[in-house]
T-cell receptor
Framework: DSGVTQTPKHLITATGQRVTLRCSPRSGDLSVYWYQQSLDQGLQFLIQ???????AKGNILERFSAQQFPDLHSELNLSSLELGDSALYFC?????????????FGPGTRLTVT | GQQLNQSPQSMFIQEGEDVSMNCTSS?????WLWYKQDPGEGPVLLIA?????ELTSNGRLTAQFGITRKDSFLNISASIPSDVGIYFC????????????FGTGTRLKVLA
């Protein structure tokens, strides 16, 4: 158990809908990262937050947005969902955002868009 | 998106054999991490490397941070069936954002 929690574990929804994925980082970690993993693919970095502020952006679509709250949990919002958005979405956390901090991953949320 | 070149893509090995895999990049990295991912689960951190030339072990796993800072290697000795899974490398860029770039993964299958 990495200490990172994600809810829900599974989510099935229809095209055009909007969903929210939630992540709680490890105790003491200030930085949260979101990744997307499509079937048999590697991890694609979406976005990073550090202590409530956006720190880095990756290949995140305009239909997707995220935020980190004062209690450090984070939410990833996916809207106008398309079939191609079906994937595993992982959250990871680290103590800080510098060059020597390891990321620990949550168990993921499997999103299926039908 | 940007990814590291990881090889081999997949491998079948006999139980008890040693395994080697590597990641290469055209960019210099500050940190290398190696993860193992089981199907449907989140990646689990195996080894973290912080200095060029560093060699670090974790049980039967040994990883090295390449001298050029553009590559890293992971070795698994005396493989066992539970080593099955996908192994990912991740390199942290030297840009100010310190984000991680992930390798394409090596899928390991161990034959008993």
């Amino acid at each position: 158990d990495s200490g990172v929690t994600q809810t829900p574990k599974h989510l099935i929804t229809a095209t055009g809908q909007r969903v929210t994925l939630r992540c709680s980082p490890r105790s003491g970690d200030l930085s949260v990262y979101w990744y997307q993993q499509s079937l048999d693919q590697g991890l694609q970095f979406l976005i990073q937050y550090y202590n409530g502020e956006e720190r880095a952006k990756g290949n995140i679509l305009e239909r997707f947005s995220a935020q980190q709250f004062p209690d450090l949990h984070s939410e990833l919002n996916l809207s106008s969902l398309e079939l191609g958005d079906s994937a595993l979405y992982f959250c990871a956390s680290s103590v800080a955002a510098g060059p020597t901090y390891e990321q620990y991953f949550g168990p993921g949320t499997r999103l299926t868009v039908t | 998106g940007q990814q590291l070149n990881q090889s081999p893509q997949s491998m079948f090995i006999q139980e008890g054999e040693d395994v080697s895999m590597n990641c290469t990049s055209s960019s210099i990295f500050n940190t290398w991490l190696w993860y193992k991912q089981d199907p449907g689960e989140g990646p689990v951190l195996l080894i973290a490397l912080y200095k060029a030339g560093e060699l670090t072990s974790n049980g039967r796993l040994t990883a090295q941070f390449g001298i050029t800072r553009k590559d890293s290697f992971l070795n698994i000795s005396a493989s066992i069936p539970s080593d099955v899974g996908i192994y990912f490398c991740a390199g942290q860029t030297t840009s100010g954002t310190y984000k991680y770039i992930f390798g394409t993964g090596t899928r390991l299958k161990v034959l008993a």
